[in-house]
């Protein structure tokens, strides 16, 4: 007698109950992929859980040789204390008697669902595993522009499979001089149709040049694609990968379907965007030249897409923030912990973790008591997105001053306006790793971190 025999001399209700005592979402998991009748029931009852728990950001400093990790520092109960380091991948760190030095890249690419996409690696940090990636082959398919670049990014749903991909998308830069664009290229339409892209498929374990139609309009021509981003983002959202690659439109690829579609981005879009995942989806959030930042979410009916205005929000509470708090997030100070020995010894404050209550869980949240008007000339601040809470209507912020100094985060609450600190993400002793580049935004990049501590050796889900 086979499973779904068993099943079936059981009663629905029967058979769920039995299931919903399996308390390890990693078990449940596993046994949605025994037979149709288990996994119908699973999902039927909503038994495994659906959300991933946000556990804080992955920063990217490009002047530190490490990521960083910034959270709340006591993990909720029933889940597993995340650290940003990432001692455990093969490629060791060494310290140099002159200096501080890798033997490899770790600088995060990008992030989905609890995965890590780092040059050569996808690394699970709460499971401390990590995968080998072959390097991506060049791409000659038709209709690629001859200075388009590539940026690859992670597709990994865990709720569908325990296996992911990574896709290798292309933009266009704009640091060539117009004089040395080709005339025809330019005028060609873009993103071409079929667009060809390599995709990295960790069941196969290996890249493969795959062909995706065009369902729609094309972006524009080439000439028109080309834009300084600052930037590229994306979002796996229902099977779908949404890509913030250039400044005029947004990519949004099928890997089941090969086919792929332009949307465009919602009106009066400012000069810096970024999207990301919230409560209702796939969210865009773009910074207006008057101290603004505006909101928007996608609505999609029947492959037609249209942005649905959320608000457009002042700025002015986190720029007239007049205090450097630490907390009630921390700063893991991973760098910092490594290459100590090379640097000036600093009495770092401890932080009470026992004094701070604010949990992005919870929408019942205090009134921030730090928040003053400041009636004096402001310092220059540049304000960055470090991402949307995935759950919350929460955005987060960072705010710095020249050369990343005194970088604070900020939490706006989307739906009551408030404006919530939550601390530095300045790195201890950062000015001894900085070479002195200029305060872009390209220095920064922050990936919302959702741990996924229960994906390890999970079959495919049954046809």
Known sequence: MDHGDLAALLPEDVLAEVLRRVA??????????????????????????????????????????????????????????????????????????????????????????GLLLLDGYVVNPATRSWDPLAPCPPNHGSGIVYDALDRELLAFDPMVSSHYHVVSIHYLPTYFRPAQFDPLEEASEWPPSPYILHVFSSKTRHWEERSFVREGNAGGTVAEARADLGRVSSVYW??????????????????????????????????????????????????????????????????????????????????????????PWI???????????????????????????????????????????VHRRRPYFEI????????????????????????????????SFKVESLGSIYPSCHKYFDSGLANEAREIESFPYTPCCWIEEIPERVN
């Open 384 to 415: 960055e997105i470090l991402g949307f809470h995935p759950y919350k209507e929460i955005l987060f912020l960072s705010r710095s001053e020249t050369f990343k100094l005194k970088a604070m985060a900020f939490a706006y609450h989307l739906n």
């Open 238 to 327: 229902r099977g779908s990968l949404y890509v913030l690659s250039q400044y005029n439109f947004i990519t949004r690829i099928s890997l089941s379907e090969d086919k792929y579609s332009v949307i465009k981005p919602p009106m009066g879009i400012g000069w810096s965007s970024y999207i990301g995942l919230s409560e209702k989806g796939v969210y865009c959030a773009s910074f207006l030249k008057n101290d603004h930042i505006l909101v928007c979410t996608l609505n999609e009916t029947c492959n037609q897409f249209d942005w649905i205005l959320k608000h457009e929000y002042d700025l002015k509470p986190v720029e007239m923030f007049d205090r450097q708090v630490h907390g």
């Open 24 to 113: 390890a979402p990693r078990w449940l998991a596993m046994s949605r992929c025994v037979c149709k009748a288990w996994r119908a029931i699973i999902d039927g009852e909503s038994l495994l859980r659906t959300e991933l728990p946000f556990s804080g950001f992955f920063i990217t400093f490009r002047e530190l040789c490490l990521p960083e990790f910034f959270s709340r520092p006591v993990s909720p109960p029933g889940r597993p204390a995340i650290s940003g380091k990432l001692d455990f991948l093969p490629t060791p760190i060494k310290v140099r008697p002159d200096g501080w030095s890798l033997d490899g890249d770790y600088y995060i690419q990008d992030h989905c669902n």
């Open 331 to 373: 700063l893991e100070d991973i760098n910092y912990g490594i290459f100590r020995s090379h640097l000036p010894n600093i009495n770092k404050e401890e932080v009470i973790q026992e004094k701070f209550k604010w949990n992005s869980d919870d929408d019942d949240f205090p009134e921030n008591e730090d928040m003053v008007e």
